[in-house]
């Protein structure tokens, strides 16, 4: 298995740890990470290599696909697990197309009242993600020097399900373009987030680099 020798543990996972942190405080933000050079076996986008290898560590337990979970336990030591047990799942590819993917945040973990942090992350191999046309402006804000936000110009694939995101970090309503989601993985994500602090959160990962972050506190209407 792949080990990514230009991918520096410590400085680079610092960058991009930042840059989650600031797509997660302005949900429906896109963000683009510098994913030349890596290599991820096949489905795993290198925008969510990026975020597992910024996330995980040895203290921490994630689920994936055989393959991908070889490559992210080489790249972090972090100890692979089932769905239920997992701190991160990573999902993607024909899993979101045959509903496993739902059946899986079915299974994740939404925390308790007492540690309601005890819920676990889920990161999304979609097949783009972009700022909707026509979208309502994000609260302004610097940007990232090591990425990008996505112009909404740029965005809005066809076919893709128009997300609707409200609440913290929200000035009024941001919209997401999403290609590659199915209405299904977003009805079972609304019922896991229904009872706030608990709940999951969401990481989408495109193959073009672009990131944006769902936290458990929005709440997420499409069409």
């Known amino acids: 298995m792949h080990k990514e020798l230009m991918y520096d543990s410590v400085f680079d996972a610092q960058e991009h740890f930042r840059i989650l942190l600031d797509c997660m405080a302005r949900p429906g933000t896109v963000r683009v990470l510098p994913i030349a050079g890596l290599h991820p076996p096949e489905g795993l986008h290198p925008a969510a290599a990026l975020v597992g290898f ?18 992210l336990r080489e790249n972090t030591d972090a100890v692979a697990s089932d769905a239920p047990d997992a701190d991160f799942l990573f999902v993607g590819g024909a899993l979101l197309v045959d509903g496993e993917a739902a059946a899986l945040i079915a299974q994740a973990r939404t925390g308790t009242l007492t540690y309601p942090e005890g819920g676990a992350t889920v990161v999304v191999c979609v097949e783009r993600v972009a700022v909707s046309v026509g979208a309502a402006a994000a609260p302004a804000a610097a940007p990232h020097p090591a990425a990008s936000t996505i112009p909404a110009a740029d965005a ?15 000035e009024r309503v941001n919209e997401l373009s999403v290609l590659g989601l ?26 073009g680099g672009r990131i944006a972050a769902i936290p458990r506190s929005t709440k997420v209407q499409w069409d």
């Open 182 to 207: 199915t209405a299904e993985f977003l009805e079972t994500l609304r019922e896991q987030n229904r009872e706030f602090p608990l709940g999951i959160d969401l990481i989408l990962a495109d193959a």
């Open 54 to 71: 910024a996330l995980l560590n040895a203290d921490v337990s994630f689920f994936a696909s055989p393959l991908w979970q070889d490559y």
């Open 156 to 170: 809005a694939p066809t076919a893709a399900l128009v997300l609707s995101l409200t609440g913290p970090g929200i």
